[in-house]
């Protein structure tokens, strides 16, 4: 039965991804009878799905939304611009309880009974308005107090203590709360300082509730509380908020004596503020399911991992080959050495590309995000896409979504005008943010642009110079004056907003993108806006790299780092320690990477140097060998080296050596 619930959650992410679609037409085309027809269908499959798996919410959620655009096909109601946000606020929902299946927080489940009474208001029902008492509206559920105070020898008994309150909440709409205890206020034999107070609304009796603790013998106290859910109940709920984040205990008796019960209902016709309903937290950001339907088979992130550790494998064993065919000389096995290389380019190549996910996938959320911060802010903004076919690794979209949603909020908040500031400039009305990706020379590339009022120079000048970072007789480049915006607590806002200036600031958008291996640029224009560009590779799984030694280790650096390659002679200059060295006229900083890690022997009459670039300066790294290209294929390095920054990972070679990847980007700052 597992599997196939799994199966309806995974169909039940493309109808919701397919609603979210549907939606956004309808907003721009409300008189569209096909467009409100498809969401009315989408709807109607999820509301029998949900049903058949025991999702009740989703089934009489979709229930009722379902009314509303029956209606709607009717032309009995037309397609408001309300009926679409509450469908929005639908799925949030939606996406909420295929994670959780039910609701258990206290606040939220009131959010949810407000939800359905705004839908039956709109579609001119007032089932839920009218005789809401407690014994009607709760049927055969009960709600119970539990005191769960259990001995410290638990974890002795190999009895996960929190496996108890994940049971509890298959049963029904749980609240805890966490209690401190002493030791001469504690019954126990052995002395654990935490108990618990539960709440518990279930249809389950009390002696399938004694189960859950079967193995914590006269250390439950279970008391029914009332028949019925307690949990829709206004007053109750005003009871045990007014509990949290305090060591009140609870007083029983008083739960026992409420008579009535009541949902914390908006009036008939009461205007109601529609975001009220949203139970995403206020800094959590839109939780992304599946993509829609499409005429393939859905395939686990597992089982593409796996895949690419395959390739990795035939990728190693070719070169195996190689190593073996040229060190006996074997010409057949030359050959068949050439013929599995073209194999391996394909079976490479078919790997990444199921990897691949369209970046149309992430712009539904990015839309929502503009059209709700534009109307907070009281911004018209419009937005446009290009080249939203665009493919990516799955593992680089899943890491873009934050940094982008940054800087929307950005160009949207200090980028965007008002309708009234862009009138007085001669401009449109309406501002506009454009989303732009495109492939070039073996790159993807992402351009966000706004039609603002563009970066004030100037401002970041002064900026820079009031932070020590620029002399007031300096005068830098543009591109100079523009990367100082990545620079950790750089702001030229005078005051923060809700919408940006918290949390991630630039400086860790761009440590993001470096960390996908891409790159960010900046460039504008006063009064005709800003264009932020990404660079990033289409795949993080497979890179080019050089294949250095350093002693009698093997070691990578990415191709993409890689200026040139130079052989000097053992000078003077190196052995007295200085840290410049004269190449092609060009005074360069060097870092030893031999004496760094310890592996110096003999010194050789000539040394070799790999140029890279960071920060667009060129610095020499001096190694013992160089070997030549390598295609490596990435592998994690593990817990153990979490807490060090110097590789980034390992590949393994054709000899079966692993060799780590160099992260010039933390190597680099340290050299002085």
């Known amino acids: 039965m597992e599997q196939f619930e799994q199966k309806f959650k995974d169909d039940a992410a493309d109808l919701i991804k397919t609603l979210e679609e549907d939606l956004?037409?309808?907003?721009?085309?409300?008189?569209?009878?096909?467009?409100?027809?498809?969401?009315?269908?989408?709807?109607?499959?999820?509301?029998?799905?949900?049903?058949?798996?025991?999702?009740?919410?989703?089934?009489?959620?979709?229930?009722?939304?379902?009314?509303?655009?029956?209606?709607?096909?009717?032309?009995?109601?037309?397609?408001?611009?309300?009926?679409?946000?509450?469908?929005?606020?639908?799925?949030?929902?939606?996406?909420y309880f295929l994670e959780h299946k039910i609701i258990t927080d206290t606040k939220d489940k009131s959010k949810f009974d407000n939800f359905l009474i705004a839908i039956n208001n709109l579609a001119g029902k007032n089932n839920y308005t009218e005789n809401n008492t407690f014994e009607n509206i709760t049927n055969t559920e009960k709600t119970y107090y539990i005191k769960f105070t259990p001995k410290a020898d638990f974890e002795e008994r190999g009895i996960n203590l929190f496996g108890i309150f994940d049971?509890?909440?298959?049963?029904?709409?749980?609240?805890?709360?966490?209690?401190?205890?002493?030791?001469?206020?504690?019954?126990?034999?052995?002395?654990?300082?935490?108990?618990?107070?539960?709440?518990?609304?279930?249809?389950?009796?009390?002696?399938?509730?004694?189960?859950?603790?079967?193995?914590?013998?006269?250390?439950?106290?279970?008391?029914?509380?009332?028949?019925?859910?307690?949990?829709?109940?206004?007053?109750?709920?005003?009871?045990?908020?007014?509990?949290?984040?305090?060591?009140?205990?609870?007083?029983?008796?008083?739960?026992?004596?409420?008579?009535?019960?009541?949902t914390a209902e908006p009036e008939k016709n009461k205007n109601t503020d529609i975001n009220d309903f949203n139970i995403r937290k206020k800094d959590e950001n839109i939780t992304?399911?599946?993509?829609?339907?499409?005429?393939?088979?859905?395939?686990?992130?597992?089982?593409?991992?796996?895949?690419?550790?395959?390739?990795?494998?035939?990728?190693?064993?070719?070169?195996?080959?190689?190593?073996?065919?040229?060190?006996?000389?074997?010409?057949?096995?030359?050959?068949?050495?050439?013929?599995?290389?073209?194999?391996?380019?394909?079976?490479?190549?078919?790997?990444?590309?199921?990897?691949?996910?369209?970046?149309?996938?992430?712009?539904?959320?990015?839309?929502?995000?503009?059209?709700?911060?534009?109307?907070?802010?009281?911004?018209?903004?419009?937005?446009?896409?290009?080249?939203?076919?665009?493919?990516?690794?799955?593992?680089?979209?899943?890491?873009?979504?934050?940094?982008?949603?940054?800087?929307?909020?950005?160009?949207?908040?200090?980028?965007?005008?008002?309708?009234?500031?862009?009138?007085?400039?001669?401009?449109?009305?309406?501002?506009?943010?454009?989303?732009?990706?495109?492939?070039?020379?073996?790159?993807?590339?992402?351009?966000?642009?706004?039609?603002?009022?563009?970066?004030?120079?100037?401002?970041?000048?002064?900026?820079?110079?009031?932070?020590?970072?620029?002399?007031?007789?300096?005068?830098?480049?543009?591109?100079?004056?523009?990367?100082?915006?990545?620079?950790?607590?750089?702001?030229?806002?005078?005051?923060?907003?809700?919408?940006?200036?918290?949390?991630?600031?630039?400086?860790?958008?761009?440590?993001?993108i470096q960390e996908l291996r891409g790159d960010v640029e900046v460039n504008s224009e006063k009064d005709l806006g800003t264009y932020i560009t990404l660079k990033l590779p289409v795949t993080l799984s497979i890179i080019d790299t050089l294949h250095i030694i350093i002693g009698k280790r093997d070691l990578l650096i990415p191709s993409y780092l890689v200026v040139n390659l130079h052989t000097v002679k053992n000078s003077e200059i190196l052995q007295e320690n200085k840290s410049i060295l004269e190449i092609n006229n060009e005074p360069m900083p060097i870092l030893n990477l031999i004496k760094k890690y310890g592996l110096e022997g003999e010194k050789p009459e000539f040394i070799k140097i790999v140029v890279v670039k960071f920060k667009d300066k060129n610095y020499g790294l001096i190694v013992s060998d160089i070997i030549g290209a390598h295609q490596a294929v990435l592998k994690p390095l593990g817990e153990v080296f979490n807490k060090q920054e110097t590789f980034s990972g390992a590949s393994i070679l054709g000899n079966g050596k692993i060799a780590l990847i160099l992260n010039t980007n933390k190597l680099i700052p340290n050299i002085k």
């Open 24 to 95: 956004l037409l309808l907003k721009h085309n409300p008189n569209d009878k096909k467009i409100s027809e498809s969401i009315f269908r989408t709807i109607h499959t999820l509301k029998g799905a949900g049903a058949m798996f025991g999702y009740e919410n989703i089934s009489k959620m979709s229930h009722d939304i379902e009314g509303i655009y029956s209606l709607i096909q009717e032309e009995k109601l037309k397609a408001s611009e309300e009926i679409i946000k509450l469908t929005f606020n639908a799925i949030d929902f939606y996406k």
């Open 288 to 512: 992304t399911f599946s993509k829609y339907k499409t005429a393939s088979i859905r395939v686990s992130s597992e089982k593409l991992d796996e895949l690419m550790n395959l390739v990795s494998e035939f990728i190693t064993t070719k070169a195996t080959i190689d190593i073996i065919a040229q060190k006996h000389e074997i010409k057949e096995l030359e050959g068949v050495s050439e013929k599995l290389e073209n194999l391996v380019k394909k079976f490479q190549e078919n790997a990444l590309t199921i990897r691949l996910v369209p970046l149309r996938n992430m712009l539904i959320d990015i839309e929502r995000l503009i059209i709700s911060l534009g109307k907070k802010l009281g911004k018209n903004v419009s937005f446009v896409s290009q080249g939203t076919e665009t493919e990516l690794d799955k593992s680089i979209i899943d890491n873009l979504s934050e940094p982008i949603i940054h800087i929307i909020r950005n160009s949207i908040d200090h980028g965007i005008e008002t309708e009234e500031e862009r009138i007085a400039k001669g401009k449109s009305p309406q501002g506009q943010i454009k989303f732009i990706a495109f492939h070039s020379a073996g790159n993807v590339f992402i351009q966000i642009h706004d039609d603002g009022c563009g970066v004030n120079l100037e401002k970041i000048r002064k900026k820079a110079v009031s932070k020590g970072l620029l002399s007031p007789k300096d005068r830098p480049s543009k591109a100079e004056l523009y990367n100082f915006i990545f620079y950790p607590g750089f702001s030229t806002t005078k005051s923060l907003t809700d919408v940006s200036g918290r949390g991630m600031g630039m400086d860790i958008v761009k440590q993001k």
């Open 167 to 262: 049971e509890l909440e298959t049963l029904g709409t749980v609240e805890r709360f966490d209690r401190e205890t002493k030791p001469e206020n504690n019954p126990n034999d052995v002395f654990f300082y935490l108990f618990w107070e539960i709440i518990l609304s279930t249809d389950k009796d009390i002696s399938e509730v004694e189960e859950m603790f079967i193995f914590f013998e006269n250390q439950a106290e279970i008391i029914k509380l009332k028949d019925g859910n307690l949990f829709t109940c206004e007053e109750f709920i005003e009871k045990i908020e007014n509990l949290k984040d305090t060591q009140k205990l609870i007083d029983i008796e008083e739960l026992k004596n409420i008579d009535s019960c009541k």
